[in-house]
RNA sequence: UCCCCAGUAGCUCAGUUGGCAGAGCGAGUGGCUGUUAACCACUUUGUCCGCGGUUCAAAUCCGUGCUGGGGAGCCA
C-alpha cells in the first residue's frame, strides 16, 4: 500500500478504510489513554488529525513524540467528531521515523521574520513559508504553461556572459584565476583566465533572447539574474529570477498588452490554485490582499507617457522629498504616488527621455524620447521595464557612439540588424517582485528559499 | 554607500532617576480532558551584542565596532 498525500485526503469526498501517511508534527496534545497529532506532509497548508491510542503497541514511544518528528501513521479515515477539521486519521499503527529533540528551533508559536530568516534552512516547515514557497513553485509553472500555451519557445540563456552590455549595474566576476597568483602579479590577467577574457555572472538575457527572437519568434527565457550591487532594501537580492519575452514584429503597445495579459493570467493561475495558501496571506499578511489580487485580475492597467506621469506628479499638490523634473527619472515616492494613490491600479508609463534608459531601446519620431514602458504597480513600484528595441542599423550605431560603447564587442548583436532585421520588444519582469506583489510579503529576502544579499550567502 | 531605529533567557519583549536580572511563550515533570496555538500546577533558563571609557556603582551614560530592521540611492 502506497502513502497517500494530505492533501489529497483532505478533499477526500468518503471515509476510507485503509491510509497511510507520512510526514512532521506540528502539534501534539496528548491526554492519558490517547494523543492528538497535527501531521503535515508539505502537500498543503492544512494538518490532518491523527488520533493514537493507548492500545497502540508502542504507545509509551509515541507518548515522546514531539513537535518536528517524523512519522508514518496507518490508519482510517473518518470523520471527525470534533470541530475544526471534516477529516482525521483513527490510527492503527505509528511508526516513529525519527524524535525531533527538545531544541527544535520552530516553537508552537509565532516566529518573527527575522528570526526565521537566520533558520531558512528550517522555516518552509513553516505554515507561512511553506505558503509562500507553494505559491512560488506554482508561479514557476504558470509562466512555463502561460507561454506554452502562446506558442513561445523557452530560450535557456548563457548564465556567464563575456559582456556587460545591458550595463545594469555591478557584476559579479567569474574566474579560475588562483588569487595567490593574482595577488603576486598585482593585477588579473584575463589571457590567462578560463575564458581568456573577462567573464561575469548575467544581469539579463535580453540581449541573447532578441537573438532568438529573430530565429524562434517568440521566446522568452526564465532564469536566474546577478547583482553585485551593494544594494539594501527590501526589494533588492544579489541572485534573484527574471522572466524575459522577446517578441518579433511587435511594437510598444503589443509588448503592453502581453505584459497586462502575462500578470493577469499569472495571478488568476495562482489564485485558483493556491487559495488556500493566499487566504492565510490574506488573514496574517495583509488583510487587503484579496482587493489587491482583484484589481490585479479585473481592472484595466492604466497606460501614460512619462510626460503626462510628469504632469500630474507635477498637478497633484503633493509635497514630495524630491522634487519633480522632467528629464529625470521618477524616485520611489514619484512611482507609488502614481500607482498607489492616483490611479489606485497598475499603471503603464512610456516614452521615457532616451537620455535614462539603455541604448537598445527605440527612437521615437520626436528624437527626444525612446519607446521605453515601465509597469508601475502598488507597493512595490517597478514589476516589469522593457521597450520596444532600436532595429535601425544606422540609428542603433548612432547612439551607441553617442554613449560611447564599443561597437566591436557587440559585433554579433548588431548582426541582428544586419540581416533580416524586424522590429520586435520585450521586457523583464522581476519574478520574486511579482511573488511580492501576490503574497503581500513585504520583504524579497522572505519569497527566495536562499536570499543571497551583502555580506549573507549562508545555507 | 548614505540617513534613522534596534540588539536583555531557546523565542517575543519589559526593565522608571545609574542602585539585587524580570514577564509571557517555549521546554521539562506531574495532572486532567474528543483536544484545536488545549487546559491546570510545579520546575528550568542569562557573556544584558563585542571592545573601551565615565562612575563608589552601568542592561541603563559616552565612544567605537559588529549584527538585524526601516527608508534612500541603484534597479528587477
Redesign the pocket.
Known amino acids: 500500500m502506497e502513502r497517500v498525500k494530505i492533501n489529497r485526503l483532505l478533499g477526500s469526498e468518503t471515509a476510507l478504510e485503509q491510509v497511510i501517511i507520512k510526514g512532521w508534527v506540528r ?1 501534539k ?4 489513554t490517547f494523543s ?1 497529532m497535527e501531521i503535515n506532509d508539505g502537500s498543503c497548508l492544512k494538518s490532518i ?1 491523527v ?1 493514537a491510542g493507548e492500545e497502540l503497541a508502542n504507545y509509551n514511544e509515541i507518548e515522546k513524540v ?2 518536528g518528528s517524523a512519522l508514518c501513521v496507518t490508519g482510517r479515515l473518518v470523520e ?6 471534516r477529516w ?1 486519521i ?1 490510527a492503527d499503527g505509528v511508526e516513529i521515523i525519527s524524535v525531533a529533540p ?1 531544541n527544535y ?1 520552530l ?6 521574520d ?2 526565521l ?1 537566520t533558520i531558512a534552512h528550517l522555516r518552509p516547515r513553516t505554515n507561512k513559508f511553506g505558503a509562500a514557497f507553494r505559491i512560488r513553485s506554482e508561479a514557476i509553472y504558470a509562466i512555463h504553461k502561460f507561454y506554452r500555451d502562446k506558442g513561445f519557445r523557452c530560450l535557456s540563456a548563457p548564465v556567464i556572459t563575456g559582456s556587460d552590455c545591458e550595463g ?2 555591478e557584476m559579479f566576476r567569474v574566474t579560475s584565476l588562483d588569487p595567490a597568483d593574482v595577488a603576486k602579479q598585482g593585477r588579473m590577467n584575463f589571457k590567462e583566465d578560463f575564458f581568456g577574457t573577462q567573464a561575469n555572472l548575467t544581469v ?1 538575457g535580453q540581449l541573447s533572447a532578441e537573438m532568438f527572437a529573430m530565429a524562434l519568434g517568440d521566446v522568452y527565457t526564465f532564469g536566474p539574474t546577478f ?1 553585485a ?10 541572485e ?1 529570477w ?1 522572466l524575459e519575452p522577446e517578441m518579433a514584429f511587435c511594437d510598444l503597445d503589443a509588448n503592453m498588452d502581453h505584459a497586462e495579459e502575462l500578470v493577469k493570467t499569472l495571478t488568476r493561475h495562482v489564485m485558483e490554485h493556491c487559495a488556500d495558501d493566499l487566504a492565510l496571506f490574506t488573514q496574517f499578511v495583509d488583510k487587503k490582499l484579496g482587493g489587491v489580487l482583484d484589481t490585479l485580475v479585473n481592472e484595466d492597467y492604466a497606460r501614460v507617457t512619462y510626460d503626462e506621469g510628469i504632469e500630474i506628479l507635477l498637478k497633484s499638490g503633493k509635497k514630495f522629498e ?1 522634487p519633480v523634473e522632467n528629464g529625470t ?1 521618477l ?3 514619484h ?1 507609488r504616488f502614481l500607482a498607489e494613490e492616483h490611479f489606485k491600479k497598475p499603471v503603464f508609463l512610456t516614452n521615457y527621455p532616451k537620455e535614462i534608459k539603455p541604448f537598445y531601446m527605440r527612437q521615437n519620431d520626436d528624437g527626444r524620447t525612446v519607446a521605453a514602458v515601465d509597469l508601475l504597480v502598488p507597493r512595490i ?5 522593457g521597450s520596444q528595441r532600436e532595429e535601425r542599423l544606422d540609428v542603433l550605431e548612432a547612439r551607441m557612439d553617442e554613449m560611447g560603447l564599443p561597437k566591436e564587442d557587440y559585433w554579433w548583436y548588431l548582426d541582428s540588424r544586419r540581416f533580416g532585421t524586424v522590429p520586435h520588444a520585450g521586457f ?3 519574478f ?2 511579482f511573488l511580492m506583489l501576490v503574497t503581500g510579503i ?4 522572505d519569497v527566495v528559499p536562499f536570499p543571497r544579499t551583502p ?2 550567502i549562508d545555507f
Open positions: 502539534t496534545r496528548d491526554s492519558k492528538f488529525q488520533i514531539t513537535t471527525s467528531p470534533g470541530k475544526g477539521q482525521e483513527q527538545e528551533p516553537q508552537k508559536k509565532r516566529h518573527t527575522e528570526y530568516r545594469a549595474g539579463s547583482r550591487e551593494d544594494s539594501n532594501t527590501s526589494r533588492h537580492v544579489a534573484f527574471m524630491f527619472d524616485q520611489s515616492e512611482e513600484g517597478e514589476l516589469i521595464g523583464g519582469m522581476g520574486e517582485r513585504t520583504n524579497i529576502r555580506g549573507k
